[in-house]
């Protein structure tokens, strides 16, 4: 595999797995394993890397926080998410800031070492569920809300975001808007359906069958690993 891949996980157990996972597979290797956010930082200002595998979490911080910047400054870096917790919000922001897909620590190894050989496809498999909630959350069709069918497509879109607990920077890289044309929207949108706060319309929307049956769904932890829970 001719890419070079930075490793970002604060755990030391891990940093040992996912390399004795690579290391069974002749054309996976991670060239290096940094484990705080000054290390990443220092790391991708030291080595060009292709690939940066990262926890969701490092150092008990949000990834997220960091991968704005991240993706601000090096654009061709893919950054594939090892993650520790199933979560439709954190696959959703994963989205926003163009991940190359989503991983979960509970799902089978093949399936990380099976995104880390896409690479030479450049495109993620099939079954990967950022896929699916790119797709879904980029879809043009929107349903219309009963009783409030004034929201424009744009308008139902974002609500159905919200509802995935992105913010308007979130939504805004999400749809390729301008965050001020976010935040228009959403005082339309608060003054259409009179609710509060963002917070409110997302609970609303949520509640909407039309709109909440469009959103993605993610697929529970494996049954092996809740049975040995």
Same mark, same amino acid.
């Given at each position: 595999?001719?890419?070079?891949?930075?490793?970002?996980?604060?755990?030391?157990?891990?940093?040992?797995?996912?390399?004795?996972?690579?290391?069974?597979?002749?054309?996976?290797?991670?060239?290096?394993?940094?484990?705080?956010?000054?290390?990443?930082?220092?790391?991708?200002?030291?080595?060009? &890397?292709?690939?940066?595998?990262?926890?969701?979490?490092?150092?008990?911080?949000?990834?997220?926080?960091?991968?704005?910047?991240?993706?601000?400054?090096? @654009?061709?870096?893919?950054?594939?998410?090892?993650?520790?917790?199933?979560?439709?919000?954190?696959?959703?922001?994963?989205?926003?800031?163009?991940?190359?897909?989503?991983?979960?620590?509970?799902?089978?190894?093949?399936? &990380?070492?099976?995104?880390?050989?896409?690479?030479?496809?450049?495109?993620? *498999?099939?079954?990967?569920?950022?896929?699916?909630?790119? +797709?879904?959350?980029?879809?043009?069709?929107?349903?219309?809300?009963?009783?409030?069918?004034?929201?424009?497509?744009?308008?139902?879109?974002?609500?159905?975001?919200?509802?995935?607990?992105?913010?308007?920077?979130?939504? +805004?890289?999400?749809?390729?808007?301008?965050?001020?044309?976010?935040?228009?929207?959403?005082?339309?949108?608060?003054? @259409?359906? @009179?609710?509060?706060?963002?917070?409110?319309?997302?609970?609303?929307?949520?509640?909407? *069958?039309?709109?909440?049956?469009?959103?993605?769904?993610?697929?529970?932890? *494996?049954?092996?690993?809740?049975?040995?829970?």
């Amino acid at each position: 595999m001719p890419f070079r891949i930075l490793c970002a996980d604060s755990s030391a157990i891990a940093q040992r797995g996912i390399d004795s996972l690579c290391r069974q597979h002749s054309h996976c290797r991670i060239d290096r394993f940094v484990s705080s956010r000054t290390e990443l930082r220092q790391a991708l200002a030291e080595e060009h &890397f292709d690939v940066l595998v990262a926890d969701s979490r490092l150092e008990n911080v949000d990834f997220m926080a960091d991968a704005f910047d991240i993706r601000c400054q090096m @654009k061709d870096l893919r950054m594939l998410l090892f993650a520790e917790y199933r979560s439709s919000t954190l696959v959703a922001r994963a989205v926003a800031y163009e991940c190359y897909d989503v991983v979960f620590r509970d799902s089978p190894g093949s399936e &990380f070492i099976e995104s880390l050989q896409s690479l030479e496809q450049g495109r993620p *498999p099939e079954r990967s569920v950022l896929v699916q909630f790119r +797709s879904s959350m980029t879809r043009t069709e929107w349903p219309a809300i009963p009783k409030f069918p004034f929201l424009t497509k744009r308008e139902t879109q974002i609500v159905a975001l919200l509802g995935l607990g992105l913010s308007n920077r979130e939504v +805004s890289l999400t749809l390729g808007i301008g965050i001020e044309t976010t935040k228009e929207h959403m005082r339309n949108i608060l003054r @259409k359906t @009179k609710q509060p706060d963002r917070t409110a319309v997302a609970v609303w929307g949520l509640k909407q *069958p039309s709109l909440a049956a469009c959103l993605p769904i993610l697929e529970p932890a *494996p049954n092996w690993v809740s049975s040995s829970a």
